[in-house]
């Protein structure tokens, strides 16, 4: 089984939401990954960069769905703001050493991260990423998470 996570942004959840049946497409500015839990990812993200406990944020309900399954099939979720804002003021070098410490932290649980493709570094980096969580029509960073089945 693999899957597919998507980062993006999109004005609200309704509109977000919407994005679970073909995707967020171009006008999303979405960023493609695969093959990690993304409700883990972000909390542990979240941890990682601005502190917390991973029991805290998940008892605090985060990441929240906002569409489909939260029982491991497709799902859309929100990225906290807490979690946004950090990803957003954190440096390269800052990002770098998390996104490092993230890879060590899931080869501890036997799980391989593609160390070239940095996901919470490249998502923060994203281009239309700073303008629009800072801008005036501010945008809230969502993901959705695609799981696939091969036929064998």
Known sequence: MSIIVRFF???????????????PGRACGSLSFGNFDPEEAVVEWECLLAGGSFEELAEA????????????????FAISPRLSTA?????????GEVAASWVQLRAQEH??????????R??????AGRPAL????????HA?????????
């Open 122 to 127: 490249s998502f923060s980096a994203a281009p």
């Open 61 to 76: 309900g985060e990441p929240r769905v906002v569409a489909g399954e939260d029982n491991g099939g497709c799902a859309v």
């Open 9 to 23: 942004m999109a004005p609200d959840d309704t509109s977000a939401a919407l994005t679970l049946r073909s995707g």
């Open 111 to 120: 799980e391989i991260i593609d160390v070239e493709g940095r996901p919470a």
């Open 87 to 95: 990803l957003m003021d954190a440096g390269g070098p800052e990002l």
């Open 144 to 152: 959705s998470r695609v799981r696939l089945v091969r036929d064998e």
């Open 134 to 141: 800072h801008g005036e029509n501010r945008l809230t960073p």
